[in-house]
């Protein structure tokens, strides 16, 4: 499968714990966002890259948010000190945007904080 | 599977029937428009595009409409199908300087037998 993976696919942890997903996209895609889901709703958009700069963040995101593609390939979402209004579906996608603004989406890793 | 979008708003259409979907978006700046859709436990699958300076784009059974006069979007299914129950999502993007793109709240469409 070529598509773009998440891992994990699903997170449980207790609040106040950190916690670190990974995405790897679809080979040689440049850009790479990060989305946030909950029931009901559709993607929020949190952070944007390019190679491994990231040129754009939301104001959504806090302080305990980080995210990182140190290389350009994969990308790590991290969120520290954990809050039970964390809990969602952090989604990854990609595109190449030399040729379309199509954005690939990875299956999400479902997060739950108790 | 958990299901995405348990209190959306709900289109339920005959099998074979066309269906349309619409989207009011926010921001009369934004230049490019992307529908969604996204099957439980899945992440949104991309159907179909359109620039700000097109007002209708057509695909394989899929059209978009735009009108930017008053915001608003729509997908149109042509011979709706039992693998097109889905949640459906229109996405804008703003015009340049930004590369944030944001979702609409989703309609479920539910392909009756």
């Known amino acids: 499968d070529t598509g773009v993976s998440q891992d994990p696919r699903h997170k449980i942890t207790k609040r106040g714990q950190n916690v670190t997903f990974r995405c790897d996209p679809i080979s040689e895609h440049n850009r790479l966002y990060w989305y946030r889901q909950t029931l009901g709703q559709g993607p929020e958009f949190l952070t944007y890259f390019q190679n491994e700069a990231q040129l754009e963040k939301s104001r959504l995101l806090s302080d305990r948010f980080s995210a990182e593609r140190p290389k350009g390939s994969f990308s790590t979402l991290e969120i520290q000190r954990t809050e039970q209004g964390d809990s969602a579906m952090y989604l990854c996608?990609?595109?190449?945007?030399?040729?379309?603004?199509?954005?690939?989406f990875g299956p999400g890793t479902r997060l739950t904080v108790l | 599977g958990e299901s995405v979008g348990l209190h959306l708003p709900t289109l339920s259409v005959q099998e074979g029937d066309n269906s349309i979907i619409n989207c009011a978006y926010s921001n009369s700046a934004s230049d490019y428009f992307i529908w969604y859709k996204q099957e439980s436990g899945k992440g949104p699958q991309f159907i179909i595009d359109?620039?700000?300076?097109?007002d209708k784009r057509q695909g394989q059974r899929v059209t978009v409409l735009l009108n930017k006069t008053v915001k608003h979007l729509s997908l149109q299914i042509a011979a709706t199908q039992p693998g097109d129950s889905a949640v459906y999502f229109c996405?804008?993007?703003?015009?340049?300087?930004?590369?944030?793109?944001?979702f609409g709240t989703g309609t479920r469409l539910k392909v009756l037998a």
């Open positions: 996405a804008e993007k703003g015009a340049s300087g930004t590369y944030k793109y944001i």
């Open positions: 359109i620039r700000s300076n097109m």
């Open positions: 996608a990609s595109s190449l945007s030399a040729t379309s603004n199509e954005q690939f």
